[in-house]
């Protein structure tokens, strides 16, 4: 294995570190202000976003992308530090059109799509022109379990007829949100795996309704705000099919391996930001005469911080390693991996971190609270842990031998 980079993403490496620090981290408070308090846009968002442009450093996050497709191409490993970067602010991916769920929905699509499809649905996104959703959690199933979703999908003509409750479509609820991709039961006398079907709705089709935009431990995701939807008699012509009919699980694999290993990655960027803040806090306060960097408690907590992060970040190189260059099981394996680890490793550094600040580690003073709840619903976000750790315990092979004959015993343990 080999995880260094090459000279030219190592460059666009350090020009994403350079733009991060020169243009972005400064203008972070008003974007706090402007977004989570006043609930608008920042007019310098759309500024920042065309700098990027220019400067070539747009779509990093997609490998595949075609001749006629604007981007980098960056491999899964070459994009992994520039994600750990972008991973420190809430909107840092948002600039260089690298955020959830935009990435895997562009994945997915650029895997599927008609060429039809591709020019109606797909150039948009890449140009960051509009905004989607992919809508597959229901509210009255164990979602957890994809194959309970009832959500129904009916040829009728030319059209498509949709009727369900959607919920958790993160991104949903943005007002730019301009279609959903919806999972729903199309074929459902076929085999468990072969029930279901994607399609592409627009988000102005009569029927479909925005019912409220969800929060999750009370933060609210402005980057992408997640929605509620249902459908009634939602209408689309056949031509909205994404992929083979039936195939609507085979096909959503494309966008999941890319997106857990995505928010692994950032994952990384949140927990450094958090263990800077505590070392620095740690370093400033003062209890009981001493400097709380003194304690031998709060050396541990940094010190096993330092450690997780660094064990999280070379799993994380691995899986995006492998993911580039096997196909085989094993890849999709260490990717349920990561995606159990980084977040409890998150949530272990951010749960620490409220501690030595104190109250002010659950304000809006800091991004501690956030980086906590992002790991919290992490852990249940595109896939419990509870379900990867049974995939993950599918895959262990069973020895030949049996403990009788277990050849790490000695004899005279029996």
């Given amino acids: 294995m080999n995880f260094n980079l090459s000279s030219e993403s190592e460059e666009i490496r350090l ?58 191409r960056l491999t899964n490993l070459e994009f992994a530090p520039i994600a750990e970067i972008l991973g420190r602010l809430p909107w840092g991916s948002q600039v260089f059109n690298c955020h959830a769920p935009e990435v895997p929905n562009m994945a997915m699509i650029q895997a ?57 479509a993160t991104g949903g609820a943005h007002p730019d949100c301009s279609f959903l991709i919806v999972m729903g039961v199309s074929d459902p006398d076929a085999g468990r795996m072969s029930r279901h079907s994607m399609i592409l ?28 939807f249902s459908l009634e008699n939602v209408r689309v012509p056949v031509e909205n099919l994404l992929g083979e009919r039936g195939q609507g699980f085979k096909g959503a ?47 541990k907590w940094i010190a096993e911080a330092r450690i997780d992060i660094d064990m999280n970040r070379l799993f994380i190189q691995k899986a995006a390693w492998l993911l580039d260059t096997s196909q085989d099981r094993n890849t999709w394996r260490i990717v349920s991996e990561i995606k159990v680890a980084a977040p409890r490793m998150l949530q272990k550094v951010t749960d620490r971190a ?34 990867h750790l049974r995939q993950i315990f599918k895959t ?7 403990i009788a004959d277990c050849p790490y015993i000695a004899p005279e343990g029996f």
């Fill in 253 to 299: 694999q494309v966008r999941l391996g890319p997106a857990r290993i995505h928010h692994s990655m950032r994952c990384i960027g949140m927990a450094e930001m958090v263990l800077a803040q505590m070392v620095a806090r740690a370093h400033e306060r003062k209890t009981f005469g001493r400097s709380i960097v003194e304690y031998d408690t709060v050396q």
């Fill in 15 to 72: 020009q994403v570190e350079d733009f991060f620090a020169k243009e972005m981290l400064p203008r972070h408070r008003e974007w706090v202000q402007t977004v989570c308090h006043e609930h608008k846009e920042p007019t310098f968002l759309k500024e920042l976003q065309e700098k990027a442009k220019e400067l070539g450093l747009w779509n990093l996050a997609l490998p595949n992308l075609a001749k006629d497709e604007p981007g980098t």
């Fill in 112 to 168: 599927l799509a008609t060429p039809e499809q591709r020019e109606k649905w797909l150039f948009p996104m890449l140009n960051g022109e509009t905004r989607s959703a992919f809508a597959m959690t229901e509210p009255d199933v164990a979602s957890s379990d994809a194959t309970n979703i009832e959500t129904r999908i009916e040829r009728d003509g030319d059209e498509w007829v949709l009727n369900g409750r959607k919920w958790f």
């Fill in 201 to 228: 709705v627009p988000i102005d089709t009569p029927g479909l309704t925005l019912e409220r935009e969800l929060r999750f431990l009370g933060w609210a995701d402005f980057v992408a705000p997640i929605g509620q």
């Fill in 396 to 402: 262990e092979p069973v020895p030949e031998w049996t």
């Fill in 354 to 387: 409220i501690q030595l600040f104190g109250a002010m580690g659950g304000t809006d003073d800091t991004l501690i609270h956030h980086a906590h709840s992002y790991a919290r619903w992490f852990r249940i976000g595109d896939g419990p842990d509870e379900v």
